[in-house]
């Protein structure tokens, strides 16, 4: 079995009770059933208070006030004070790193709801990957499509030389992964899997960014950033709410950014979030989702999701720069940590999301091209 992890992953550390967040609130912890039975047997007082703060049937930790019933007032999690960091459940010991599972391989990663993630996610120089191996035994997913899998992972590599491309300004390389992935997705759709390579050759050669620079350009009389992203802020009303703040912050932006009307709006490029920030957005969001669409053969969407999700942070982030009078690191960290832990941390998120992308209008790859044509 293959092992595959970003050089950033083994550099985290939980910064503990410092951390500006609490991965203990908000969301339900589910308990795997190893420690399930653990917490049952345990015995002693702290046996007795995980007999009451666990519910056995759900199997997950009970919540107060939307906290982990053993989050105290530190921010630390009373089960590893108590007794020990082996006694924490599988996920408290795993977040924030991330697994995503393949026939022979499992991809590894730090998961951008963490700040501490965050900030080596937007730290880090480039896709820098290791690799190892394990004595595992190979395991056999029924129907999985090997020959996609490795077309979807020659064709990741692909959109990673696009988005580190300094030849092109990032609006346009942007409009050059929705258009490769636009035409990917065919080939899927088609079961012309063989025609992939050709595909994405057309990318790299000379003069693919100013085709696609021309595409967006030709796209303006349709409509602009302005209105393509108050629509594309209204479809965050739609997803399920994981932090009570969450709703409040969303209509924050949404006055900051389109109350004042279109040219407030196209004033706010100043505050715009450095190009290689939103280069490590994108290769984070490329790298977690692209190749899982070996499952649902939607490589579109997943390309959509890396591209509109990075927009989105980047106007949020023109927010918090307003109000602080100039970009700051701690603000790209916090405004991406803040949206990827509405996200990512909900199967129902995630599936809405992925369902607008491929229905709504705003989301057409005109409507995304005239937006991203600033």
Not at 154 to 174: C, E, G, H, K, S
Request: hydrophobic content about 35%; charged content about 30%; proline content about 2%.
């Amino acid at each position: 079995m293959e092992y595959a992890y970003p050089s950033y992953y083994t550099k985290f550390q939980c910064t503990g009770g410092n951390c500006p967040d609490t991965c203990c609130a908000g969301w339900e912890i589910t308990i795997d059933d190893r420690s399930l039975m653990r917490y049952r047997n345990y015995s002693g007082a702290f046996g007795n208070r995980l007999a009451n703060s666990v519910d056995f049937e759900k199997k997950s930790f009970r919540q107060y006030g939307r906290r982990c019933t053993f989050l105290n007032e530190n921010n630390l999690c009373d089960i590893y004070i108590e007794a020990g960091k082996d006694m924490m459940c599988r996920t408290c010991r795993m977040y924030p790193r991330h697994v995503e599972e393949y026939e022979n391989i499992r991809e590894l990663s730090l998961s951008l709801s963490c700040p501490e993630a965050a900030r080596l996610i937007l730290s880090c120089d480039g896709m820098e990957m290791r690799y190892m191996e394990k004595l595992i035994p190979r395991e056999d997913y029924e129907d999985f499509d090997g020959y996609l899998f490795s077309k979807l992972l020659d064709a990741r590599q692909v959109l990673f030389r696009i988005i580190q491309d300094q030849n092109y300004d990032i609006p346009t390389r942007m409009m050059m992964l929705l258009s490769l992935a636009h035409h990917l997705q065919r080939c899927v759709s088609s079961g012309k899997l063989s025609e992939m390579e050709q595909v994405y050759r057309q990318y790299l050669k000379e003069g693919a960014g100013a085709r696609c620079r021309s595409y967006m350009m030709a796209q303006t009389a349709r409509s602009d950033r302005f209105q393509i992203m108050k629509a594309v802020f209204r479809s965050l009303h739609k997803l399920e709410v994981l932090s009570e703040a969450w709703p409040g912050i969303i209509r924050h932006c949404e006055r900051e950014l389109f109350g004042r009307g279109r040219g407030s709006y196209e004033q706010l490029k100043k505050w715009q979030m450095p190009s290689k920030l939103q280069e490590r957005l994108l290769t984070y969001f490329i790298y977690v989702y692209f190749a899982g669409a070996v499952y649902d053969r939607r490589p579109y969407v997943k390309v959509k999701l890396a591209v509109v999700s990075t927009m989105i942070i980047a106007d949020m982030l023109c927010v918090a720069a307003i109000e602080k009078g100039e970009v700051r690191m701690e603000d790209c960290i916090d405004t991406a940590h803040r949206y990827a832990r509405e996200i990512e941390h909900s199967d129902v998120n995630l599936d809405r999301l992925e369902e607008m992308l491929g229905q709504w209008r705003c989301f057409h790859i005109l409507n995304l091209a005239a937006a991203l044509n600033e």
